[in-house]
């Protein structure tokens, strides 16, 4: 008789190859695209008197503080579906917004005491949820969840099965 866990060993090995590919074919697709290029002619703009722009400055200034303040930092991360991912580090108390980008179905946040957030990845989509770090910064996770398999609720139809003839 074989081993039975050595079925189950090949498929995470395959697992862990699959993924290792992926992650190859999104760095080579990434490092192949071109970068930006400037307009040949850029668009005309409004153009404020010497006085008024002088005056504006400090505005301007204080616009882009609290422009700048106001910009969270955000932090990309990639989930499998059926994987269990946690988020430390987080303030205790603070309150968590999840946001769905795409099939609110595709993960579950589940907040813990300790102020971690348990995140599991149920189907294929992409969530975005802000929090605030243990030392005040306010940071927006990105959170992807990838499925080899289409949604649960698809509504793709089956096939009939073959005939059978006499």
């Known amino acids: 008789m074989g081993n039975p866990d050595r079925p189950d060993q090949k498929n995470r090995q395959r697992a862990r190859i699959a993924r290792a590919a992926s992650i190859a074919i999104a760095c080579a697709i990434f490092a192949a695209a071109p970068p930006a290029r400037a307009q040949a002619s850029p668009s005309p703009s409004a153009q404020a008197s010497p006085k008024a722009s002088a005056k504006a400055a400090p505005a ?6 609290e422009k700048s303040a ?14 269990i991912y946690t988020i430390t580090g987080l303030k205790k108390g ?3 917004q999840t946001k769905t980008v795409s099939n ?6 589940q907040p813990q005491p300790s102020g971690d957030l348990v995140l599991l990845g149920t189907e294929a989509g ?3 949820i802000d ?3 243990a030392n005040g910064e306010q940071v927006t996770y990105d959170v992807t969840i990838n499925a080899a398999t289409p949604p649960i609720n698809s509504l793709r139809s089956g096939t009939a099965p073959k005939s059978i003839t006499p």
């Open 60 to 65: 301007k200034k204080e616009k882009q503080k």
């Open 70 to 83: 106001k910009k969270r930092r955000v932090i990309a991360i990639s989930v499998e579906k059926g994987e």
């Open 94 to 96: 603070a309150a968590v």
């Open 104 to 109: 609110p179905n595709a993960l579950s946040v």
């Open 126 to 128: 992409r969530s975005k």
């Open 131 to 133: 929090a605030t770090l």
